[in-house]
């Protein structure tokens, strides 16, 4: 995957995370554009696609937010990278096994934020945020990241096509 088109992507799903995502909100959750993408590039592209998208995508988001600088980026980034690791053994041409990968790695990724968030000392009332925010968040990325995921791979194919036909054009 293109490095500068991943940045441009991932910037753009951090801009659309701290402004379209919450009108578009369900039951109070909005879903998590950056994660999604980040998530995906890695199941596409590999570990590094996944974070790279992540940390450009989540550092966006934590400047905009303005707290807690890198625990956004930290948590997509390594749920990202995991997700790249596993690009070879899943299945993502299955829609419920991509839905289901999404709905896992969401459950994960903001595990490891609410962790985080207690080792700073942040209060958090983990059963009402696994069953009032996790849970419902994870099934709404799980929806949406099928559109992401054939998005990137036209994409992502069509760049491997032209690159072979440059490649191959001066042979």
């Known amino acids: 995957m293109n490095f500068w088109l991943l940045m441009v992507l991932s910037l753009t799903a951090g801009l659309l995370q701290t402004t379209v995502a919450g009108h578009i909100a369900i039951a109070g959750v909005h879903p998590d554009f950056v994660f999604i993408l980040a998530l995906n590039c890695g199941l596409i592209g590999g570990p590094m696609a996944g974070l790279w998208g992540g940390l450009a995508g989540g550092f966006l988001v934590d400047i905009i937010n303005g707290r807690l600088l890198g625990l956004n980026a930290l948590t997509i980034a390594l749920v990202a990278y995991l997700a790249g690791?596993?690009?070879?053994?899943?299945?993502?041409?299955?829609?419920?096994?991509?839905?289901?990968?999404?709905?896992?790695?969401?459950?994960?990724?903001?595990?490891?934020?609410?962790?985080?968030?207690?080792?700073?000392?942040?209060?958090?009332?983990?059963?009402?945020?696994?069953?009032?925010?996790?849970?419902?968040?994870?099934?709404?990325?799980?929806?949406?990241?099928?559109?992401?995921?054939?998005?990137l791979q036209k994409r992502n194919t069509s760049a491997q096509l032209r690159a072979r036909q440059d490649s191959s054009f001066g042979q």
Request: proline share 7%; net charge positive; aromatic share 16%.
């Open 85 to 151: 690791l596993a690009e070879r053994k899943v299945y993502k041409d299955s829609i419920p096994m991509l839905a289901a990968f999404t709905f896992m790695g969401t459950v994960a990724q903001q595990s490891f934020f609410m962790g985080l968030l207690w080792v700073f000392n942040v209060p958090v009332a983990v059963g009402p945020a696994f069953l009032h925010i996790i849970l419902p968040l994870a099934v709404y990325n799980a929806v949406l990241s099928p559109f992401v995921y054939g998005q």
